[in-house]
Each structure stands twice: as structure tokens, then as C-alpha cells.
């Protein structure tokens, strides 16, 4: 399992879980994937893995539970969604979601895991895949904050348009640019 969408400023978190029989040819870190080249591997993920499961965790629950503890309930439902439990889950990073653990999960955390295990990889670009496609969704609906571009992260053009515009519904309160710029758009 792995997540997407941890640094944004804007838009849930997305998580993956992929289950593999064999290696796919080009699986990597998503970050590392063009947007065309992940999208081409998400439908071939799709296709021939033996199970895959793509969750989130909205907006509200990364201002309630933090973005760390969000993330660990994206990759719990990405988990638990999968049509095939598990015998063993590595997660990327390097903590081990308490849900898995209270749901009696066996497995680990392993730093770098997009890079090193082709399941992790396959569910970093699921989850990157979904994570951008949800952002095409903000744009259409924010036009003004050029979603579709940034993704949420805080560039500077996302960050002139929230002093421009204030926050939509979809940032996330909880992040210090946010709650800057809404304290001073308050005032």
C-alpha cells in the first residue's frame, strides 16, 4: 500500500493497496513517472493484478486527525477494500497503520518501498492516478486556483490565488499557508 497527496494544501489524501502475481514491466516510484506513463501503467495495474483497491481520506479528517494519521486511514481502507486479504502488507514509509494492526494485519513498513517492492510501486500509482484525476474534479470546480496544473501543492501561483480568492471548501484548514492567509483574509 502507499498514499498520495500528503504535501497539497488542497484535496483529500489517496491510498492504494495492490496485490501482484507477477511483476509488471516499468513499475516505479510514481513520482518519478510522467503523468501520460502513469496513467498508461494504472490501467495495466488494473488489469493484471490479482487484486487492487484505491480509498481516501477527505479533507475533514486530515484537519481532524492530522495528514500522517489521514494518510494511515486512506491505506487501512485501500487495504481492507481489497478483494483478497492479504497474508502480509507493506506499506510505504516507515510506519504501520494502527487500523491494519487493530483489524490484525500482518506486515510492515518499509522506507523507500516504491522504489524497492513492485506491489508497493503499482499501488504509489493507483494512488497518484486517483489523486490527480480528483484534482481535474477541483479544477472544474475552482477554476480560479488552477488545479489542474499545481495539484494542490503550494506554489507560488496556488498560494497568489488563495490570497486572491481566500480557501474553497476543499483546503485543508489545518496547514499553516491555509490558516495564514484565511486569518488574514478574515481580517
Not at 508497493?120 to 488545479?147: H, M, N, Q
Not at 501543492?153 to 483546503?171: F, R, S
Request: charged share 20%.
Amino acid at each position: 500500500a502507499d498514499e498520495a497527496g500528503r504535501g497539497p494544501l488542497a484535496g483529500a489524501v489517496f491510498a492504494a493497496a495492490v496485490i501482484l502475481d507477477a511483476p509488471i514491466a516499468g513499475l516505479a516510484d510514481s513520482k518519478k513517472l510522467s503523468a501520460k506513463t502513469r496513467e498508461r501503467l494504472a490501467e495495466q495495474i488494473k488489469s493484471q493484478a490479482r487484486a487492487w483497491a484505491i480509498a481516501s481520506a477527505s479533507v475533514a479528517e486530515i484537519d481532524e486527525l492530522n495528514i500522517l494519521q489521514a494518510s494511515m486511514l486512506a491505506m487501512t481502507r485501500a487495504v481492507q477494500a481489497l478483494s483478497i486479504r492479504p497474508d502480509w502488507v507493506w506499506v510505504d514509509g516507515n510506519h504501520f497503520p494502527k487500523g491494519l494492526v487493530a483489524a490484525q494485519y500482518t506486515g510492515g513498513a518499509m522506507i523507500k518501498g516504491d522504489a524497492k517492492e513492485s506491489a508497493i510501486s503499482a499501488a504509489s500509482i493507483l494512488a497518484k492516478v486517483a489523486r490527480d484525476t480528483d484534482c481535474l474534479r477541483l479544477d472544474a470546480l475552482y477554476p480560479e486556483y488552477g488545479f489542474a496544473q499545481h495539484k494542490g501543492y503550494p506554489t507560488a501561483a496556488h498560494l497568489k490565488a488563495l490570497q486572491q480568492h481566500g480557501a474553497t471548501p476543499e483546503h485543508r484548514m489545518s496547514f499553516a499557508p491555509v490558516q495564514t492567509l484565511q486569518f488574514k483574509t478574515k481580517k
